[in-house]
């Protein structure tokens, strides 16, 4: 078996997250879905699932984070290019998100953009030309 992540979100409003991670490229699996979870394929090795608040607090003791106001976990998001972060980025604020909630990043071999989902959890988005960067990052 491949080694995989599944990042397990707390969200208020299933269905809005649902269609949020579907607007920003995620896949339902309906087989690991139901009415208190969905299960939103990004890769062959990182899922998110998406969990109640109900639900989620079934899985741990400690309070959920209001991800609104108190930083929790910063996802990094991958692409292939500048116009493909773009389009992420765009698709975001278009599906209930926030766009931009950090000044974009642009150092001509690694280009980077932050958003929020609705619930408020952060990803950067992000292409990196590794061809590009300084030699001392080359290795």
């Given amino acids: 078996m491949s080694k995989t992540i599944y990042i397990n979100l707390p969200v208020k ?12 490229g995620c896949e339902k699996n309906e087989q690991f879905s139901d009415h208190q979870s969905s299960s ?6 990182i899922t998110f699932q998406l969990l109640a608040h109900d639900y989620f607090s079934t899985f741990t003791p400690k309070e959920i984070a209001d991800a609104h106001v108190t930083s929790e976990v910063l996802l ?3 692409r292939s290019s500048r116009e493909q972060v773009d389009s992420m980025v765009e698709a975001a604020a278009a599906a209930g998100g926030k766009a931009d909630v950090r000044e974009r990043q642009d ?9 929020e989902d609705p619930d408020g959890h952060v990803f ?5 030309d590794m061809a ?8």
């Fill in 13 to 24: 409003d299933l269905a809005v997250a649902t269609r949020f991670y579907q607007a920003i």
């Fill in 40 to 45: 939103m394929v990004w890769s062959d090795t």
């Fill in 76 to 78: 990094a998001l991958s």
């Fill in 107 to 115: 150092m001509g071999w690694l280009y980077n953009r932050v958003f």
């Fill in 124 to 128: 950067e988005a992000l292409a990196v």
């Fill in 132 to 139: 590009g960067a300084p030699a001392e990052m080359q290795g």
